[in-house]
């Protein structure tokens, strides 16, 4: 789980911040804290709701949730760019190639281009959660819970590789 993004001299990290509500009461809010690591200072945040993994790509952040969204964001200027809404549930990891990101919630991995918003395609698997994946230009790879290491590319939807690991190999 990526739970830091590095962006020249910033940091962008999941966290808690307690503020006084209108009623009075004090409330924790879910928030991505920014961090200027060279200065050691913290230089603000956003408002999110519970992350649990960020990347960054530039100026914009993306954050993924317990909610099953993705976030993209601005960081510079804290501006929420557009939500991507297509999983069901909690999102665990992102993985970014240039204008694509990769999400996983239960048993899907999705393809995004996160600028547009459009879902490019959907990785699906029947028994359980997938344990790992990476994307790399217009190739995926993933791990199984079965312990099958897959690649394929996602644009064509051909698959390239598949292996399955053993303690004999």
Known sequence: VNLIALSGDF???????????Q?????????????NWKIGHLVGFVQTDEV???VVSGDFALSASSEGTIKVWNWQTRKEIRTLAEHTGKL?????????VASNSDKTIKVWNWQTGEVFCTFTESEDRFLDFSLLEDVIAMVTPNNIVQVWNWRTGNALYSHENSEDS
């Open 92 to 100: 665990t990891r992102l993985t970014l190639s240039g204008e694509f």
């Open 11 to 21: 940091a962008l990290s999941p966290g808690n911040i307690t503020i006084k509500s």
């Open 23 to 35: 009623t009075g009461d004090f409330v924790s809010n879910a928030v991505t804290q920014i961090f």
């Open 52 to 54: 649990n993994a960020i």
